[in-house]
Antibody
Framework: EVQVVESGGGLVQPGGSLRLFCEAS????????MTWVRQAPGKGLEWVSG???????HYADSVKGRFTISRDNSKNTVFLQMSSLRADDTALYYC???????????WGQGTLVTVSS | QAVVTQEPSLTVSPGGTVTLTCDSS?????????PYWFQQKPGQAPKTLIY???NRHSWTPARFSGSLLGDKAALTLSGAQPEDEADYYC?????????FGGGTKLTVL
């Protein structure tokens, strides 16, 4: 059974940093890209970043230069390092199996990031 | 980055047919944008319905179909059920980076 489980969310002050984790199971992790999507309270979905199976990466303009996506295939885990956080980064962050070239199919339940003083 | 536009809201009668569309500010939507459609119900994570324009996942009911309609991507629901009331989002790929549409709130009434 495919599972994608996010963790690492929490309350952080503006300007601070946070690292999100996404642990995957039930598929050959190293063969698939992975994607982060966020949803601010009461708002729509926003694509944040993706990493391919070859570790190529892409970012939304809104997070470019502040967020870094990476993966550790030995741990079936993808990371999202977030820095210089702003209030408008407050959102539920979802991890999704897939990226360009591989289907976006399984979603986690999300981890909540709140940026506030 | 491009702006992707969807109808903010639509209403369909039970058993009826409705088409949701997905437009790109960067020009015509093509199969090269690998259009996706997702369904999200209140309090739940999104669920992937359609990938690569017209392909259903194993869990996607056959009443949902994806296509290209003119210069847009489209999701057609034929024979709407009460449980189809939800928010629907499209996603387009632009050379790796991707953009979601603003979402369509579908009411079955």
């Amino acid at each position: 059974e495919v599972q994608v489980v996010e963790s690492g969310g929490g309350l952080v002050q503006p300007g601070g940093s946070l690292r999100l984790f996404c642990e995957a199971s039930g598929f050959s992790f190293n063969n698939y890209g992975m994607t982060w999507v966020r949803q601010a309270p009461g708002k729509g979905l926003e694509w944040v970043s993706g990493i391919g199976s070859g570790e190529d990466t892409h970012y939304a303009d809104s997070v470019k230069g502040r967020f870094t996506i990476s993966r550790d295939n030995s741990k079936n885990t993808v990371f999202l390092q977030m820095s210089s956080l702003r209030a408008d980064d407050t959102a539920l962050y979802y991890c999704v199996k897939g990226a360009w070239g591989t289907q976006l199919d399984y979603w986690g339940q999300g981890t909540l990031v709140t940026v506030s003083s | 980055q491009a702006v992707v536009t969807q109808e903010p809201s639509l209403t369909v009668s039970p058993g009826g047919t409705v088409t949701l569309t997905c437009d790109s500010s960067a020009g015509a939507v093509t199969s090269g944008h690998f259009p996706y459609w997702f369904q999200q119900k209140p309090g739940q994570a999104p669920k992937t319905l359609i990938y690569d324009t017209a392909n259903r996942h194993s869990w996607t009911p056959a009443r949902f179909s994806g296509s290209l309609l003119g210069d847009k991507a489209a999701l057609t629901l034929s024979g709407a059920q009460p449980e189809d009331e939800a928010d629907y989002y499209c996603l387009l790929f632009y050379n790796g980076a991707s953009v979601f549409g603003g979402g369509t709130k579908l009411t079955v009434l």
